[in-house]
Every structure is written in C-alpha cells, then in structure tokens.
C-alpha cells in the first residue's frame, strides 16, 4: 500500500463565533498498474472520497497534493448535494432518501505480486450505511477491476435503487465511445460516436443476458479518436450476464463521468440489514497505445483470470447443428461420429433434438424440459453414442438448455410454478419457449441434476453447450411473489450460484457458452465457461466483422467459430476465417469432394500446429474491415518466435493494390520464413503476390512490411512465420 498525506490544503477559518476546527490532511490512496494509475483522493475538509487521478502511470504521485481540486465524487450518492447521475442511491427505514458517504479506512492486500486488491470503506455519519468500493489491480496486464459492497444494519430492509460496480472520471478536450450493439445473427457491430452534452446510456433490459442488442462492452478515446496503434483510452466490460448500464455523462465543464453496473431498470431492492449486496466487477484497461493495446491488455487479462481454463488448450470439434437440425437418429449420428474422426477433429458434439418423448424434441416447439433421450432417435441412448465416440476414437459433447421450457412440454405440465410468466396475462413467447423461474431453489436444483445426472450416468462426456435461446418478458416469479422487482439480479446470481456449484463438481470440463448464437458474452459467465458461441451467423464475410468485434475485448482461445455452409463464399475462405479463433465445424462431411475433404484434413492438421500461437498469442490487428475492404491481423506468441497472419479481402475496386503491411510484435533481430499455408486452387490462382517460401528480419517486417493478400473479392491467406 502506499499513500500519502499532504497537509497542503490552506485551513479554512471558521465563521465568527464557531470553535476553531483543526483540518484533517488530505490522504491520497494509490492505486495502479505498471503502466496506470487510479488515484484517490480523502479531503480533509469533508472526508469524501474523491477520484484524483485516472491515467497514464505518474513519475510521482506528490504533484497530486498540490492540486486544489479535489477531484470528482468516487462513488456519487444520491440525495445531498449531487446534482448528476448517482452511483448509489437508497431509502431508510425513516423513509429519508438522501446518503452521505464518508472515508472510513482503507486497506490493501497483495495477492501475489502481480495482483493487489484495495478496499476502501465509506460510511453514511447519520445512517449505518456502508460501502465498500472494490479496487483489484493486475499489474503486468495493465487491468483494473471494480465493484462495490454495500451492506447496512439498520433495523428493517433498505431499497436500494442504484449501486453502480464502478464510477470513473475524465477530463478530456473530447471523447469518443466505440459501442457494439447487434441482434441475433449480427452480433458486435462496431459503431463510433462523439459524446456530447448530458447523457448517453448504453444499456440492455433482458434479464437473463446482457448481450443481444446492445453489448456490456466499450472503449472510450480521450481527446481524440484511438487508432489501433495510437491514443489514450479505457476498454471496459462489465461481468454481468443480466440487464446491465452504462451512464456516460458529460457535465457542463465537460467532464465525464461513467458509472457501470447492473441496470438498476425496474429493479429497486429491498436490502436486508447484514446482508451484503454485492456488485459484479467492471473491468477495464487503461492504455495511452491504443485499441490494439488495449485489446492485448484484456486478452492477457482474460487468459489468466477472466476465462475458465484460458491458458489451456481447446478441442476441436464436429457440430451437427447446421447439418441436421433436429432431423437425425443414431444411424446418421454414427456416420457423424465416423465423419468426427476422418477430419481429424477431437470431437463430436450433438446438438439440440435429442430429448424428450412425450412430446419429441422434432423442432423448437416441443420438448424443452424434458431431459431424456428421445427413443426413436436413440434407443439406445446417450450412452451408446458416448460408448460408439469412444470406439471411434473421438470425444463425444452434447447441448443442453436446462433455464428453459417449452408449453408443450411434459415438465410445464408438472411444474406451472416453475416458470417466469404473468399469472393473469396471455404468455408470451419467444422461440416457443419461456423461461424457468431460477429464483427459485427447487428449479435451481432441477437445472444442477439436468447437468449432473447426465454427467454421472455418462462420465464419458466431454464437451456442454450450454444454450439459453430468450431474453424474459412478460416476467414474473412465483417465488419472488411481492419483490418482483428483484428478479433480474436474483436470476443472474441463481444461475451463477447453479454454476458455481457445477463448477465444483466438475472443475475441467469444457463448457460452451451459448445464447442463440452470441447472446450471452461476457466475464461474469466466462468465470464458468472455456468458450462462446459468437453468432449463429456463419457466413464468413459476415463473421469477419462479427470476430473482430469480439477481437476487441475477448482472447482467441474464448470465441468459437465453425465452418458451416452458409454464405457463397470457398472453403478454403470459410476456413481461414474459422481459424482465427478456436475453430471447429458444422458441415454435413459427407457432401464434401475429395478435394474439400483433403483440403479441410490439411487445414485441422496446421491448425493443431498453431492453435496455441492462435489462442494464446498476442493479437496485432493491422487492417479493419470496417476502414477498408479487407481484414488483416496476425497472432505472436511470446517468445516471438512464431507468428500466424491472417489476410481477408473483402471486396476490390477496379484497379485498386494492397501496399505492403507492416508487421508489429516481431523480433527484430530475428529471421522468418513465411511460408503460405492452406493452399487450394482457389487461393492460388487468385493470389496477388505470394512472399511465400521468403525469409526475411523482423526488423525487415515491421519497417517495410510484406506484401499479403490478394485483389479478387472473398479471397484469404493464412501465413505461418517462424523463426
Ligand atoms: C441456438 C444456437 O445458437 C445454435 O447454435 C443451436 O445450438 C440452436 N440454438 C439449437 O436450438
């Protein structure tokens, strides 16, 4: 821990006729990582906290004490003397509206030295009212966490109506917020806007995720635009897999203030005296470098400690989603699991359609719920197949969506109580389905045994997707009866409380997280899971835009893409695009030629090479789709010695060239053979120039560049470059 005291501030004297008070010194509270610093400020004067400094990491933190300004509420209350967006808010007993929040005392303890948590206490002087403010810095990542703690012991429950994971201040000439917002199948488009006067909310109000609409996501430039390379700015995520809000709010001296958390939309709570309520964390990065930097920052972050095993290695995988749907049997799995093998992928994984008897899993209107095997799909059950994968060589995983049901289903009939839905209105719908009531213990116990009864009958699996296919509507929880407005944050924490529990249980096993495609993306979830499913989106162009998106805050090894047949584009397209990330197939193999099929074996085989430069390596994006009509980025790994570089041309203008790209994260003073890899007739007729076969320095790399790609529309090459 370090801090000072400054004891500058001049002491103000009393009005005539009051005592004489002696003014407290200023305390500072140093917060930081190697490259950053958040520093808070205790005024002596009216023991507030205040946020002092955000930035680029000081010389010297001592040039703070001469700064008069004390700065900007930490952790702004509601109902004194604060005139913008709170971060707290919350009614007494005495039904008084207003908090006060007062420096208490502060600590910090190292975890190891890369990671310290500081905890600053504040308290209300007129109610026992606490909060907590969370600060976790993770030095050589250059991330920071926050949230917040709030608890009181005063006689009967508080509502708490606000109570924001972190509020930070800028003071910027400018600032400039890059959102992604989507919907299904168009997931992280990137959108870029000036902030102007007064308020701008990015937000979603879907309760069971946060992502679908809009994304808990953002970077936010200071002065002026970021470039991949260059500018100050903060990348932030909020982990949060429920409604979640961020307050951007710039003041009438041009000062902004962003305050994250959950979505305090319809959600007042009734806060039990000695109970904690406990925000989840906003993690952030702050990078005088750049987006790209930034992205990194995060990636490395993610790896370490945001993503469940984000160090390790991932399966590869044959998905039958796209090829069947619901239409298969065990005959057609079986083939599947032969197909599994002949590609050479880990993996097979069966989707959804195979469950449920009474009212068969055939198509999205049946069955959700009812977690049998489907007899006349599979007599002989999960167990054969696992047994049959196992035979096969391969690993077998299977989908699941055990938060919701279908109507037609034989567990709506047993448990009507179960299910989130107005008593005295029509249900509403969503893919056929409605949602579980996960406030409630006994579903929270049916969604554990969904999973672990079949991982115990089967321990042969290897692989869950875990799906969840709507947002809540017309919601309402016959558990929670007269705090309805609890049921977005109480679902969100019943179903981390079931993982938690899962995750127990079953520490290793790999865990996709799904949401109708990318629904639900971010690190309160990720905790629990390996990977995403980032879109049912599989067209390649598409996916380009929609992989850079995630690019932006989440690592390679998290963001599973499949080659599938959508889009019109070549496999040799499709796959290169499906190798940036964790790739994995959903593709009906027995329609391919000889040739696709040579082309897909060759393609897994340097996959397997690379996958680790790939999920673990450092992510330099050189051009944007969204700048240029082509997507240029490559992968290093640590030691440099090795690097993957991706090359997509999107679409060309008659006569227009590529100049040659400079590299970046290189050595120097290293050699490199570029050596072109998933070559088809297709990516060598319409090459441009192939440096393929060259060696060249690093230096050589990144001063002059390479030249890379090609001028036909939907074309790709995909580099390996090695010491
Ligand atoms: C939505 C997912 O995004 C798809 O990949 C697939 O698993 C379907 N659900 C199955 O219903």
């Not at 201040?169 to 488009?189: C, I, P, S, V």
């Not at 690592?555 to 959508?566: D, G, L, Q, Y």
Request: a negative charge.
């Amino acid at each position: 821990m370090s801090y000072v005291s400054s004891g500058q501030n001049p002491v103000v004297p009393p009005p005539a006729g009051q005592p004489q008070v002696q003014q407290k010194p200023d305390l500072f509270i140093h917060t930081g990582t190697r490259n950053s610093d958040l520093i808070y400020r205790v005024n002596g004067r009216d023991g507030r906290l205040y946020q002092a400094y955000l930035g680029t990491k000081l010389g010297s933190i001592e040039s703070l004490r001469q700064v008069r300004d004390e700065g900007h509420p930490a952790y702004a209350t509601f109902g004194t003397d604060n005139l913008f967006e709170a971060a707290v808010r919350a009614t007494h007993n005495d039904a008084n509206p207003s908090l006060e929040l007062k420096y208490v005392s502060h600590q910090t303890e190292n975890a190891d030295a890369n990671v310290s948590l500081t905890r600053i206490i504040l308290r209300d002087p007129v109610y026992p009212f606490e909060v907590t403010l969370n600060i976790k810095t993770f030095a050589n990542e250059d991330v920071i966490e926050q949230w917040a703690e709030i608890k009181h012991t005063e006689k009967k429950p508080v509502t708490i109506f606000n109570y924001a994971s972190s509020m930070l201040h800028f003071d910027a000439n400018k600032y400039w917020l890059t959102q992604f917002h989507g919907d299904w199948a168009e997931e992280m488009r990137m959108q870029e806007s000036e902030l102007t006067s007064g308020i701008k909310i990015i937000d979603s109000k879907l309760g069971t995720r946060a992502h679908m609409y809009q994304t808990p996501v953002f970077m936010l430039s200071l002065n002026g635009k970021s470039d991949e390379n260059n500018g100050e700015l903060i990348a932030g995520t909020l982990g949060w897999s429920g409604s979640f809000r961020f307050v951007f709010e710039v003041d009438e001296k041009n000062s902004l203030r962003v305050i994250s958390g959950i979505n305090p939309y319809a959600s007042e709570y009734s806060l039990p005296p000695g109970k904690p309520f406990i925000t989840p964390s906003m993690i952030f990065t702050f990078t005088n470098q750049g987006k790209g930097q930034a992205s990194r920052n995060l990636h490395r972050w993610a790896s370490k400690y945001g993503v469940l095993d984000g160090t390790g290695s991932r399966l590869t995988l044959l998905n039958n989603w796209e090829a069947t749907g619901f239409n298969f049997d065990e005959k057609k799995l079986a083939g599947i699991l032969d197909d599994t093998r002949k590609m050479g992928l880990d993996l097979f994984l069966l989707d959804d359609g195979w469950f449920a008897n009474k009212y068969p899993r055939n198509n999205d209107r049946a069955g959700l719920g009812d977690w049998q095997e489907n007899k006349a799909k599979l007599p002989n059950g999960i167990t054969y197949l696992v047994k049959e994968a196992e035979n096969k060589g391969v690993k077998f995983g299977i989908w699941i969506e055990p938060e919701m049901v279908n109507p037609r289903s034989e567990l709506y009939e047993a448990h009507p109580d179960w299910i989130l839905k107005l008593p005295n209105r029509p249900e509403h719908y969503y893919r056929n389905q409605l949602v579980l009531d996960l406030t409630n213990p006994k579903v929270q116990e049916f969604v554990y045994n969904v999973v672990d009864e079949m991982l115990t009958k089967n321990p042969g699996i290897a692989f869950i997707k875990w799906d969840c296919n709507r947002m809540m509507t017309n919601t309402y929880s016959p558990y929670l009866k007269d705090k309805q407005s609890h049921v977005y944050i109480d679902y969100v924490n019943s179903l981390y409380t079931v993982l938690d529990r899962l995750r127990r249980k079953y520490p290793d096993l790999p865990i996709m997280l799904c949401s109708g495609g990318g629904g639900r993306v971010d690190y309160g979830a990720l905790k629990y899971f390996t990977e995403f499913w980032a879109s049912d989106n599989t067209d390649a162009l598409e996916r380009i835009y929609i992989q850079w998106g995630y690019s932006c805050f989440f690592p390679a090894v998290s963001v599973c893409n499949h080659v599938t047949s959508w889009g019109r584009q070549s496999l040799k397209f499709r796959t290169d695009v499906a190798m940036m990330g964790k790739m994995g197939y959903d593709i009906e193999v027995s329609e391919m030629t000889e040739n696709e099929l040579k082309f897909s074996q060759t393609a897994i085989a340097n996959y397997n090479r690379l996958s680790d430069v790939i999920w673990h390596g450092d992510l330099y994006r050189f051009i944007s789709p969204y700048e240029e009509n082509r997507a240029v980025l490559m992968y290093v790994n640590e030691t440099k010695s090795k690097a993957v570089l991706f090359a997509y041309t999107l679409n060309t203008r008659y006569g227009e060239t590529f100049n040659p790209i400079r590299l970046q994260g290189l050595d120097p003073s290293k050699t490199y053979k570029i050596q072109e890899l998933n070559l088809s007739n297709e990516g060598r007729r319409n090459m441009m120039m192939s440096e393929s076969g060259r060696s060249y320095t690093g230096d050589h790399l990144m001063k002059i560049g390479l030249n890379i790609g090609s001028a036909t529309p939907l074309t790709s090459a995909v580099y390996e470059i090695s010491e």
